[in-house]
């Protein structure tokens, strides 16, 4: 079968690694991806444009395409699952209107309060004055967020109001974000643990994938500006089995039939970026309707089932019928970015060493790497994604440590960190 996935990083080129496993398949087109995502067996780059549908979908028809899949969320926001849809061309991923969960904070906001899906208190605006005036009876921290999307840099978690209100500002006034901004939500800080927790729904029925955590924050210690993600590891000890209950009962099914009800229902990857209470409340920080990005490079480490299988359960309405087996090993990236990342990237400064990575059982999933005379060079803020697997996640860790310490470019920063929250719970046991 002949697969088209759309995108260009370590997500995809995570994807692209998992597919090319799959007995089913025979070739698979990646739009535009990457030097590195084009070294994986039956992988070859195809030179669309995501935001060019008609192209796409047409390559889709033409190609004998058996499925479409689509890793990032701008195409999904602008409507390229509605596009392939009319065009009866098979695709995984949400409609427009169902993608407005990531694509409008405020819509996923107002959509949570309409389903009494547990969330932090916020308030909307989008005038500087009013925003201001709201933020002069609350009190730090609080935190910031931009409207729109904003590539996981649109939030500020600002630990004084001095912060809060220059927040404002920059968005609302200065337009930092652009359009994204123009729209600000202000919400309450919420205590406890990040999870993430993906689910695949066919528009109907969920399937929960193993759980990850992600670290957002640029620095070790989850200290600096918000990122797209530093790094990540599967499973999360934070999501007990118990708590895992609490999240699908009050969380992921009151959401897939919220979509329902509201008349978008949803197909695809349903991320639920949560806050775990030390008494094992969760509340919901955002939606992505996408698979995470750098949380899909862990998790694929870990599922043995055939992803394909599973996508065209999803696509069909079936995912009833199948389920998704992991391996009980744990799995932790490690994303070395630009040093200035995420206020800028990195373009044209040699790699090595990833050949050196690879040979220490690590796998190396590239994100914003170009090819010059065969030299991998940087091209981005995220430049790789270091993964591994270990029998807990402290083999994992050490593996994914070894293999990052193998790589250099000039600038390169990356959190010596990655997954501290649970080494230091496997301690604690």
């Known amino acids: 079968m002949h697969i088209l996935l759309i995108g260009n990083g370590g997500r995809e080129h995570a994807i692209a690694w998992k597919l090319a496993q799959s007995p089913l398949v025979t070739r698979i087109s990646v739009a535009p991806g990457s030097a590195g995502i084009a070294e994986e067996p039956l992988v070859e780059r195809v030179a669309l444009d995501i935001s060019d549908h008609a192209g796409l979908c047409n390559y889709a028809i033409e190609h004998d395409v058996h499925l479409t899949i689509v890793g990032p969320e701008v ?59 709201y933020l002069q009876e609350q009190s730090a921290p609080i935190v910031i967020k931009a409207d729109g999307l904003a590539a996981g840099k649109g939030v500020v978690v600002a630990q004084s109001m001095a912060q809060a209100h220059a927040a404002v500002d920059a968005m609302l006034a200065d337009q930092a974000f652009g359009t994204a901004g123009s729209t600000v939500v202000i919400e309450e800080f919420l205590v406890g643990e990040e999870a993430s927790f993906i689910a ?61 009800k509201d008349g978008t229902p949803f197909k695809g990857f349903l991320y639920v970026g949560l806050m775990i209470s030390d008494k094992g409340k969760a509340r919901v920080v955002e939606y992505n309707v996408r698979l995470g990005d750098p949380e899909t490079q862990p998790l694929l480490m870990r599922l043995e089932s055939d992803l394909l299988t599973l996508l065209d359960a999803a696509t069909d309405g079936t995912l009833d019928t199948v389920q998704a087996i992991w391996n009980d090993q ?8 630009a040093g200035d990342y995420p206020s800028s990237g990195s373009n044209g400064e040699a790699i090595s060493g990833i050949g050196k990575a690879e040979q220490l059982d690590c796998k190396v999933f590239h994100a914003g790497t170009d090819l010059v005379k065969d030299q991998y060079v940087t091209n981005g803020g995220r430049i790789v994604c270091v993964s591994a697997l270990g029998n807990d996640i402290t083999e994992a860790k ?10 250099s470019f000039a600038g390169m920063h990356y959190r010596r960190d990655i997954g501290y929250r649970a080494l230091a719970r496997l301690k604690s046991d």
């Open 75 to 133: 195409p999904l926001v602008a409507g390229i699952v509605d596009f392939f849809n009319n065009a009866s061309q098979r695709i995984i991923g949400p409609t427009a209107a169902a993608a407005q969960l990531e694509g409008s904070k405020a819509y996923a906001k107002e959509f949570m309060r309409r389903h009494a899906i547990p969330t932090a208190r916020y308030a909307t605006f989008t005038d500087a004055e009013q925003a201001h005036a």
């Open 330 to 337: 744990s799995a932790l990236g490690i994303v070395l970015a």
């Open 200 to 260: 695949l729904v066919d528009g109907k029925h969920c399937l929960p994938f193993a759980t990850s955590q992600d670290h957002k924050a640029r620095d070790e210690g989850d200290l600096g500006p918000n990122t797209g993600g530093m790094g990540a590891y599967s499973p999360a000890p934070v999501v007990t089995n118990e708590v895992q209950e609490h999240i699908m009962r009050d969380v992921v099914k009151p959401s897939v039939a919220g979509l329902i």
């Open 398 to 407: 050490q593996s994914a440590d070894n293999g990052a310490a193998q790589i």
